[in-house]
């Protein structure tokens, strides 16, 4: 098929040449002598003409070939130590059973409708394998990470045609304590079957203590929680102490039981922190009789408890998807420290990281307590008058405000209706937002600002976010970071002022909670990072440092024997860090031994719009217990050095704790993904066989270009030549 794609209208190329046909005519007409060559000539002429504006068109011809595509359906494989667990010595286990049910004839039918992509996976998730490779593996994975299994490889399918999936796996996951993330949906359908026969397994009694989970930086003054997971099978319902240990000396009690077929208990207990300082809280089980795996009973962990500087209050309405991942980032943050409000049933608050009678009064009392609070979906009547006149005073004295905003506090009745009105970034918005899917870009200012400090490549790639609040119109001192693509044009999103002595952030968008679901959002985390830089530019500068030059954190608070732990250290000093400073980790053992590690430079981080080196380092903890680690460099005599940080290293793997495959949890997730549970090898093995996915096809355009093609250009030359050689020949003028 020939297709033109000539820009300038067909009309005027049709014009232009009619006129040059006609020009060319009658200057031969009236110019030329009358002698039959004449009229080869003008047709020379004319075919030239012709075909020139031929070629004006641009023609091209195209060609369309439908490719016929295959669906994928995915295949994942469990090669964790408890895969080969059985309730009987000698019986049949897990691992052999999903073998043979690799082994069936589903495989080779399903493999003739779609492609089959198998993986395995334990703490993480293999390479594409082929069959044969995974009939050789050795299921000898010393933890299994379903649940990021399953992210992992829902990512990496985003976009793509995916048939289903078949899991071959016991449903035990050796870092959720609970089994509520099973509820989550999939962009699939998930199959999988029972690997193990109901039996009654033969248990020793066993207790331990999988997780413990607590702010590890918190204020002086205030009060958290701590929260322990103790599980165990084999207790016959009998009650366990769970005790609660402050640098060793008894602090609190509780009891709670484990049900007779096994399974976990949540412990909260309440932590008072009156002290500047570092303390070790341990939650210790008593063996039960006739119990031989006692190195699990215990767990310890370090608290640093901070004085008062850089604190934040976030007060929001009723919990939705922007608060859930805002008070994630919020809690996961090393530089302030959070105290949290949501309000709950009846209008009162639940609080996180605070004392359980603090309340959101926002007296001035309370806010000399804070550097920085965000406000967020409240109305005028929630938020009160004499709270927001004495949030205006607070930003005249040198406090940061967030307006964070929501369909309630950017209405009539939100916060234009109160003394909020006067600090607000702009002067006027629609109230109602508008749905839909827009793109977002930095504006010059943006790029500028420390809130998206960095490479611009990455802030040129963050996600679109699903509403807007329309129509804003800056205030006069208002610095718009950040607009949004709409229908009516470029939008303001986020604006940013100075007042008084403080900073004031609006937000008119209720979604940039999307910022945290973009395909690389686990690897490059755009939504946690902007709100880390936000916060930075928002503290207060000459109390950042607290003293310290280096900042050190782990990728994770505990780990079992033999994993790796990677050490950072980051520098947050006023000035820039000594030339070639090298940089160690003082790493104190469990049997008080301190050992050095040479930390090597990695890529630097932005903070407060600056460069800030950053240095790291892998251990690998071969002693069970309580690690602390401090980072320092010295220079010319001068020891600079970090706050003392901890992890520990827990004595076993639940990989190798006998217990029953945990069923409940695979049959959930299948149900939740819209999949289907299977009792037996046979049923499976007769569903798969009888799938039939989607018949996929594909275009794919061939375009080459006519006009210029070596044989038209040869014809216009040939076409002019000819007429040009006659009319030097005959001697015609």
């Not at 009162?348 to 990281?353: A, L, Y």
């Not at 732990?565 to 820039?576: L, S, Y």
């Not at 400073?581 to 104190?588: F, G, L, S």
């Not at 046979?682 to 096809?697: G, I, N, T």
Request: aromatic fraction near 10%.
């Amino acid at each position: 098929m020939i297709i033109y794609e000539h820009t300038v209208p067909a009309a005027v190329i049709v014009l232009g040449g009619l006129v040059a046909v006609a020009v060319s005519f009658a200057g031969y007409w009236f110019y030329a002598k009358r002698e039959w060559i004449l009229a080869p000539m003008i047709g020379f002429r004319a075919l030239f003409l012709i075909l020139l504006a031929w070629c004006l068109f641009m023609p091209g011809l195209r060609s369309v070939q439908t490719l016929a595509q295959k669906s994928r359906f995915l295949v994942l494989v469990d090669k964790s130590q408890s895969m080969t667990m059985t309730p009987v010595k000698d019986a049949t286990n897990r691992w052999q059973v999903a073998q043979g049910v690799l082994g069936l004839p589903w495989l080779a039918t399903l493999a003739e409708k779609c492609d089959i992509d198998i993986y395995s996976f334990d703490a993480d998730v293999s390479g594409k394998l082929a069959l044969d490779e995974v009939t050789h593996l050795t299921p000898n994975g010393t933890s299994t990470l379903l649940r990021d299994a399953l992210k992992k490889t829902v990512g990496r399918y985003q976009g793509l045609d995916v048939t289903g999936c078949l899991l071959l796996s016991d449903g035990i996951d050796t870092r959720e304590a609970f089994s509520d993330w099973s509820l989550e949906k999939r962009p699939f359908p998930i199959y999988s079957m029972a690997l193990e026969k109901d039996a009654v397994w033969d248990e020793e009694p066993d207790v331990r203590v999988e997780t413990v989970n607590t702010p590890r930086r918190v204020t002086v003054g205030w009060q958290s929680e701590l929260k322990a997971v103790i599980s165990g099978q084999g207790t016959k319902g009998l009650p366990i102490r769970v005790q609660l240990l402050k640098d060793g000396a008894p602090l609190q009690e509780q009891e709670t039981q484990i049900p007779a077929g096994g399974g976990s208990r949540e412990v909260v207990f309440s932590l008072d922190h009156s002290v500047v300082g570092i303390s070790t809280y341990s939650i210790v089980l008593p063996p039960f009789p006739k119990e031989s795996q006692t190195n699990d009973n215990q767990f310890a962990l370090n608290v640093q408890v901070l004085d008062a500087k850089n604190r934040l209050m976030y007060v929001e309405g009723t919990p939705r998807w922007e608060s859930k991942y805002l008070s994630r980032a919020l809690r996961e943050s090393k530089t302030v420290n959070p105290a949290i409000f949501l309000r709950g049933p009846k209008g009162k608050f639940m609080t996180f990281g605070v004392r359980g009678d603090v309340a959101p009064d926002m007296q001035e009392s309370q806010l000399a307590m804070f550097k920085i609070v965000i406000l967020g979906n409240l109305s005028a009547e929630e938020l009160g008058e004499e709270r927001a006149r004495t949030l205006v005073k607070f930003v005249e004295t040198g406090g940061s405000l967030v307006l964070l905003g929501g369909t309630k506090a950017w209405s009539p009745e939100g916060f234009v209706k109160t003394a909020l009105k006067s600090v607000l970034p702009a002067k006027s918005f629609t109230a109602k937002a508008q749905e839909g899917e827009f793109p977002v870009r930095l504006t010059d200012q943006g790029r500028s600002h420390a809130a998206f400090a960095g490479e611009v490549a990455f802030w040129e790639k963050v996600p679109p976010v699903l509403s807007v609040f329309p129509k804003v119109i800056p205030a006069p001192a208002a610095r718009v970071l950040v607009e949004a693509k709409t229908a009516e044009g470029m939008q303001p999103m986020i604006l940013v002022q100075d007042f008084g002595q403080g900073k004031v952030v609006a937000i008119f968008s209720d979604s940039i909670w999307k910022w945290q679901l973009s395909p690389d959002a686990l690897k490059n985390k755009p939504y946690s990072r902007f709100w880390n830089q936000l916060v930075s530019w928002l503290s207060p500068k000459l109390e950042k440092t607290e003293g310290k030059s280096w900042d050190v954190f782990m990728d994770r608070d505990q780990c079992f024997l033999g994993e790796e732990v990677e050490i950072t250290a980051r520098w947050t000093g006023a000035d820039k860090p000594p030339q070639g400073a090298v940089v160690k980790a003082e790493i104190t053992m469990p049997d008080k031994r301190k050992v050095p590690f040479s930390m090597t430079s990695q890529m630097n981080q932005v903070v407060d719009g600056k460069s800030a080196p950053v240095f790291s380092v892998k251990f690998k903890g071969e002693l069970a217990g309580m690690y602390s680690v401090l980072a320092a460099s010295d220079t010319g005599g001068a020891l600079l050095e970090s706050d003392t940080v901890s992890f520990s290293v827990k004595p076993f793997t639940p990989e190798s704790v006998p217990r029953p495959a945990a069923v409940e949890i695979v049959k959930a997730v299948t149900v939740n993904s819209g999949g289907v549970f299977f009792e037996s090898a046979e049923e499976l093995d007769r569903a798969l066989a009888a799938l039939q996915p989607k018949k996929l096809e594909q275009e794919i355009s061939e375009f080459k270009s006519l006009w210029q093609h070596w044989a038209i250009i040869s014809c216009l030359i040939a076409l002019i030549s000819i007429e040009w050689i006659i009319r030097k020949l005959r001697n015609l003028t």
